[in-house]
């Protein structure tokens, strides 16, 4: 069991956050994520075609659903501004179409006699998204410009399949690894 | 989930389906497929990750001062919940369950002992359960843009290869193929265009706007 000392000393301060969040219902740690957030969100839903008018709304909505889906929050799967990035970008869809986007089913969430999240895992994950950032910084203008506007939802798929540069590779191998041991821990539970 | 999945969902498709630029139609083969791979969940997981560093990165725009505390008053409102997404169901993996509302399909016969039921379809494209029995072929058609191939039920073989239950097939538009069902159990796939069939021959293409492919 990770304690929860150890964790704040070697997590980033947002997924300390979220999981006081999670796990402690901690408002003081939700308002922390929300200064951090908040207007990249606002920017961000801009960015991406919001009316001014809206953007807030939007905001409030997604922050919101952070707090009241904050159980499906699963730092060795996800970094925080990733599932956050998922959470606005459902509730923008929801904002333009009628219907419910199809989504994949879900998998088991880990269960409660569980050790608690890999801390392994856990950071392995946030440094590589730390490293895709910087991988985004690096890029040229130009080039950056196309890939954010891939992840706007501004380009189709086949205007993406022009728009690359951003190495996927590694954090796709990491959270891979991250899945083999989630299969494997509910196997070992059907199993018992 | 299957280990023997060959062919995926193209990583372009991935970064669309995590954007929300993508159709209803291709969104529910990418949802379906991503139930059976943990290859492309894991690539979905990443381009999710993008998303995130863009969110990160991107230029912040100030939220009004009361912003937070119209957040808070809604807090601790009573939420509705959401109604629980469907299990798979045999061969049917839950984002198709949920597409046919929890019903079993709804199968019309195209001839041939071939049989569709529609599932969905809008400006974006259409998306289809075929079943196909043993070594029969699926009429040679064509299509504008793109259409995707899950097989959920048996194999089938064109002139690109061989594909296995959770593989999916990418055709593009110039790809002009016949698919045939393997020996063995009834194929049954699900197929998505973002824009309708075109059926290269003469009948079929009479029947188009009666079966709406």
New interface residues.
């Given amino acids: 069991m990770t304690s929860q000392a150890e964790r704040n000393r070697s997590y980033s301060e947002q997924t300390v956050w979220m999981l006081a969040i999670r796990d402690q219902r901690d ?1 003081a740690a ?2 922390k994520l ?2 951090h957030y ?7 839903v ?2 991406a075609g919001a009316p001014k008018a809206q ?2 709304d939007i ?2 909505e997604v ?2 659903t952070v ?2 889906k904050a159980h499906l929050f699963d730092p060795e ?10 959470i ?3 509730r ?2 929801d904002v333009i ?1 009628k ?8 998998l088991a969430n880990e269960d409660e006699s569980d050790d608690g999240p890999d801390a392994g895992q856990v950071i392995a994950l946030e440094q ?2 730390d490293k ?2 910087q991988a ?2 690096k890029l040229a203008p130009a080039q950056r410009e196309m ?2 506007r ?9 205007e ?2 022009e728009a690359t540069g ?1 190495p ?1 590779g590694t ?3 990491r ?2 690894l991250g ?2 041991r989630l ?1 494997h821990e509910l196997k070992d539970l059907r199993q018992e | 989930m299957n280990a023997n999945i060959s062919h995926h969902i193209p990583s372009e498709i991935l970064a669309a389906y995590a954007a929300g630029s993508l159709g209803q139609a291709f969104s529910l083969v990418v949802a379906a497929h991503v139930s059976l791979c943990d290859e492309c969940r894991a690539e979905l997981a990443a381009h999710e990750a993008a998303g995130g560093a863009v969110l990160d990165t991107t230029a912040a725009a100030a939220v009004s001062p009361d912003l937070f505390s119209r957040v808070l008053d809604h807090l601790d409102d009573p939420v509705e919940p959401e109604p629980a997404p469907r299990a798979r169901d045999g061969v049917f993996p839950g984002p198709i369950m949920d597409a046919l509302k929890g019903k079993a399909p709804r199968w019309k016969s195209l001839g041939g002992g071939v049989k569709q039921c529609l599932i969905g379809g809008d400006t974006d494209g259409l998306s289809r359960l075929l079943f196909i029995p043993p070594k029969t072929a699926v009429p040679d058609h064509g299509h504008h843009g793109t259409e995707l191939t899950l097989v959920l039920q048996g194999g089938f073989a064109d002139e690109t290869g061989h594909f296995d239950v959770g593989d999916v097939e990418v055709a593009d538009a110039d790809l002009d193929h016949t698919p045939v069902a393997d020996a063995g159990a009834p194929c049954i796939v699900l197929a998505a265009t973002d824009a309708p069939l075109k059926f290269n021959t003469f009948l079929p293409r009479l029947l188009q706007p009666l079966f709406g492919i």
């Fill in positions: 408002k939700f308002a929300f200064d908040a207007a990249r969100l606002k920017g961000f801009m960015r953007a807030e905001v409030q922050m919101l707090w009241r799967r996800a970094q925080v501004s990733s599932w956050i990035y998922q606005a970008r459902n923008q869809i179409r219907e419910a986007r199809p989504v994949p089913e879900a590589e998204t895709l950032r985004l910084e890939i954010e891939a992840y706007l939802g501004d380009l189709t798929h086949t993406i399949r951003l996927l954090i796709k191998s959270i891979r899945l083999e299969r």
